[in-house]
């Protein structure tokens, strides 16, 4: 393998691991204010809470969370795997999504008109009946 192909294989893998690293710090924080919000809502039972130690007390949950998750041997391999495969997906361009978006808003248009055609004729078989009676 050449270097010039070394070095893109190291960028290719640098851009993936920059994403799993990126889930991990989302996850430490969606942690860190979740467990802010959590303890926020226990302590609020025992008495009036103290927001810069629960604050405090969340972030550490979320660094540590976050820190163990990145370093755990089952769940590092499987957030980098999810990412390779992530990478190998084709995604349509976007000609291909504007044709796509027609093709639903005309089915949802033509569904649209079925229904309301159908709701007009058992409304007015309904009120046919409930009329004569």
């Keep these: 393998m050449s270097d010039e192909e070394l070095e893109f294989e190291e960028a290719k893998t640098l851009g993936m691991e920059r994403w799993v690293q990126f889930a991990f710090v989302v996850i430490a924080i969606l942690t860190f204010y979740l ?39 089952k769940v590092r391999p499987l957030a980098d795997e999810v990412a390779g495969e992530l990478s190998k997906v084709t995604w349509p361009t976007r000609q291909e999504t504007w044709r796509n978006t027609i093709v639903v808003i005309i089915t949802s248009i033509i569904a649209a008109a079925y229904l309301g055609i159908f709701d007009s004729i058992w409304s007015a078989f309904t009120d046919l009946i409930y009329s004569t009676s």
Excluded at 41 to 47: E, H, I, K
Excluded at 53 to 62: C, E, H, P, Q
């Design 35 to 73: 467990s802010d919000k959590l303890i926020s809502f226990v302590w609020g039972y025992f008495a009036e809470p103290e927001g810069t130690l629960v604050s405090g007390v969340a972030a550490i949950i979320g660094i540590l969370t976050g820190f163990l998750l990145y370093r755990h041997p």
